[in-house]
């Protein structure tokens, strides 16, 4: 059975420093992989995912994504944080046999001023 | 166009009544999923539709919860004699493929918040 990890529940970092949020993943066959962004009241939004054609993948407000399989890991970095990144962020994978999503319990990013 | 619709968005329920949430997804999209989203967690899966066919219910937690889609279009999750433990947000996703393979991203409405009382 597929499952996510998502290492921290919460990060801080200044704005305009990295980021990281870290997600490792178990599945048993190759995942296909995403990461969705929550805001407050608002749904979620997807960030990008991992399709198998590119390890390293751009998604949208210049997040990306290397999927390691060695690692088992699929984390999601940005070079520079915005107050605007501020948000709830899971790490998705969908289950192999089937279409629904198993999701990480999230990783809430808060950016300093 | 216009994404996911949920509504309504916050719904207060005494304890034993019957509720009934409803989704309208993304026109032409094939594929609808129901999610629930406990405080501080991330969603988990309740019931998937393709088309009207409710093809997997696995995650629906007892019989007191109930899904529908009657004519391939809008859904109703319907929750009968509400329990404290209910009260959560309820996500409805839609997506274009019916294929079980490839990535296929799942477009989410901003879901209904259920508070039990």
């Known amino acids: 059975a597929q499952s996510v990890t998502q290492l921290d529940s919460h990060v801080s970092v200044s704005e305009g420093t990295p980021v990281l949020l870290r997600c490792n993943y178990s599945s048993s066959y190759s995942p296909s992989l995403f990461w969705y962004v929550q805001h407050p009241n608002k749904g979620l939004q997807l960030l990008l995912k991992?399709?198998?054609?590119?390890?390293l993948v751009k998604g949208i407000n210049g997040f990306e994504a290397e999927f390691k399989k060695s690692e088992t890991s699929f984390h999601l970095t940005k070079p520079s944080a915005h107050m605007s990144d501020a948000a709830e962020y899971f790490c998705?994978?969908?289950?192999?046999?089937?279409?629904?999503?198993?999701f990480g319990p999230g990783t809430r990013l808060s950016v300093l001023p | 166009g216009a994404g996911v619709s949920q509504s309504p968005r916050y719904k207060v329920a005494k304890r034993g009544q019957d509720v009934a949430l409803r989704c309208d997804p993304i026109?032409?999209?094939?594929?609808l999923f129901w999610y629930q989203q406990a405080l501080g967690q991330g969603p988990e899966f309740l019931t998937y539709?393709?088309?009207?066919?409710?093809?997997?219910k696995s995650g629906l937690p007892s019989d007191r919860f109930f899904a529908e889609r009657p004519e391939g279009s809008v859904s109703t999750l319907k929750i009968q004699r509400t329990q404290q433990e209910d009260s959560a947000v309820y996500l409805c996703a839609s997506s274009f493929t019916t294929g079980t393979s490839g990535a296929y991203e799942q477009y989410f409405g901003p879901g209904t918040r259920l508070t039990v009382t």
């Open positions: 539709f393709q088309n009207e066919a409710q093809l997997d």
């Open positions: 998705v994978v969908k289950r192999n046999y089937g279409q629904n999503f198993v």
């Open positions: 991992y399709t198998s054609a590119a390890t």
């Open positions: 026109s032409g999209h094939v594929s």
